[in-house]
């Protein structure tokens, strides 16, 4: 435990940490009447839970050097054909396997081409991301733009059900977040996530089966972003045409903040929870001053600018510290 | 075979055809749709996609420019919008003469480009994540600034610039031609033009050779944002008053054009009469779609479908570069 804590003070989101934490107290106490009720905790979990899901595949795909911004729109359209089946009378359970399904597919077009095809991640995603998109809007044609209402109880179950006064789904979380934990940390497979990160061909020297833990590690992320998707739209109860919209940058902001880098080989779980946090808390923020949804943008626009920048800036004086410019 | 034919046999085994590919598929393309479809080869149309092309024509030299470097802007959709709404804003809420709002405007412009090229350049940032940033910041900004004008038809004089014509034509389509023209020949020709295929073949050792790397960059990042500006201008103008979603997606069309017309993420290739092919391509694919009354949803799934696979061409051919 002293480890741990002795650990968690000497990395540098040390500062995210302290400005969640203040955050929360100003929160609290300035704006008890309308922050700290019950309501407000129980919309954080059901905001932050899906965020999370989403963000534990980024940040295995972060630490092994690339990223995937399709994971908004695969969430949206996992989200929008399983309430499809499901309005078509397919009982719960098949409907949940053929929303993640859709999201190991596009996982699996993803890191195929990026492993196998040798392709830019970024321009590789940005495609799924359009097509998953597109997708999403000819599924929910006509009537159907409005949403697709879900009526199956044992499906509503999953985001709107609570056990021990928690939200499903907030569980749901906490055991992806700490399979993922434990995996990347204590196991040999994950540690081997770093190693490519770090250093790509090196990895592929020693032996580390890089391609197909590259496949694996975007249908994971692809997978969890329908897991994602799911759930949100059972917590809701109805399918969104806009669920997922601009959710990828908002997930990058997270694992960055919370200590990934865009270079690789850096970055841990709790780390990227603790950005989905801080995010949330920001957007608890925004809601409570009243600031409308096109300033958040600006808002996350600059964080994004801001971040992005700092991680360059830190990754060019280690290099320059190994003396590799 | 006579000894003329198999010269010609041999000269057409040394033409190098993937250097052509984008012509030939173009014309491929567009002979198919004017054979199939009898709305399609009309004056009107055509006209109506040479001139959409005239507004966007800017875009892309900025982005090709960017993509011989190695580099890429994504943020310049989010500044078409930007800049079409804010001059529309100095015009029609400030009152400031149409002359001066458009001088303004593209100063910001450029100072959007100087503030891209600047953290590219110092601090070496993946210019990719960088652009997303002030992609969505002035996606927001754009929808306050609407949100703010709510929705107004802009005064007369600005929509006219759109409209203006010399001999019955449109000026933007004469602009197009004589910009990516000369453009084209520069790129080919002149000494300082083609520093940028150097540096995006091999930006050290392009360095080594004296080549002011940092400068050239965060020059033509300046220059692919006030083009871009230019080309909301021109676009809002034409549409004449404040659209939601304008320029949404646009920079993805953008790449996927210079990519058809043999750009490279990896940097060294790229000309900007190909990337206009390229344009031009994507533009008579979304036209045909139509033509062929295809729902409009399927748009995104058709440009990202060509996107992937032009990208996937394009690292199949470049691949022995870098390796994800």
Known sequence: MKQILLRILKTKEI??????????????????????????????????????????????LLISGVFDLSVGSVMGLSGAITALVLSHGLPAIPAVFVGLGVGLGFGFINGFLVAFGGVNPLIVTIGTLYIGRGLVNAVMRGELRYGI?????????????????IYNMFWIMLVVLILAQFITLKTSRGRRLYFIGSNYEAARLVGIKVKRTRL????????????????????????????????????????LLGGASIAGGQGWVAGSFLGVIFLALIVSVFNILEISPYWQNIIVGIILVFIVSLDAYLVTKRKKALGEI | MTEAGSKIGKGLRNVNFGQYSIYIVTVIAFLFLSLTRE?????????????????????????????IMGEVDLSIGSVYAFAGVFTGLLVYELEIPLIVSIVICLTVTGAIGFVNGFLVVRFRANSLM????????????????????KGITYPYEYRAIANFKILNVNF????????????????????????????????????????????????????????AGMAGILGASRSGQTVWNTGQGLEFKMITAAILGGASLFGGKGSVVKSLFGLFLLTIILNGLIMYSVDPVWTDVVVGTVLILAIVFDTRINREKLVY
């Open chain 1, 216 to 255: 694996l590690t975007f249908m994971l992320s692809g997978f969890l972003a329908a897991m994602a998707g799911v759930l949100a739209t059972s917590r809701f109860g109805i399918s969104s045409l806009y669920l997922g919209v601009n959710l990828e940058l908002k997930i990058i902001i997270s694992c």
């Open chain 1, 15 to 60: 500062v995210v940490i302290v400005i969640t934490i203040i955050m929360f107290l100003i929160l609290s106490i300035g704006a008890s009447s309308t922050f700290l009720t019950i309501i407000t905790f129980e919309s954080l979990q059901a905001s932050i839970a899906p965020n999370a899901i989403v963000a534990v595949g980024m940040i295995i």
């Open chain 2, 172 to 227: 933007t389509i004469f602009l197009m031609f004589i910009v990516i023209i000369a453009l084209e020949y520069l790129l080919i020709n002149h000494s300082s033009f083609k520093k940028l295929y150097y540096i995006g073949e091999n930006t050290l050792s392009a360095k080594l050779y004296g080549i002011r790397v940092d400068r050239i960059k965060h020059t033509i990042f300046i220059v692919t944002s006030m083009t």
């Open chain 1, 149 to 165: 209402p879900i009526k199956n109880q044992s499906f509503l179950v999953l985001g709107q059900g609570m056990t021990l006064g």
């Open chain 2, 130 to 149: 960088i652009t997303i940033g002030t992609m969505i910041f002035f996606r927001g900004l754009t929808d306050v600034l609407i949100n703010f004008l």
């Open chain 2, 39 to 67: 709305n399609f080869f009309r004056y009107t149309n055509v006209y109506s996609l040479v001139f959409g092309l005239s507004m966007e024509f800017l875009l892309i030299i900025g982005i090709t420019l960017l993509l």
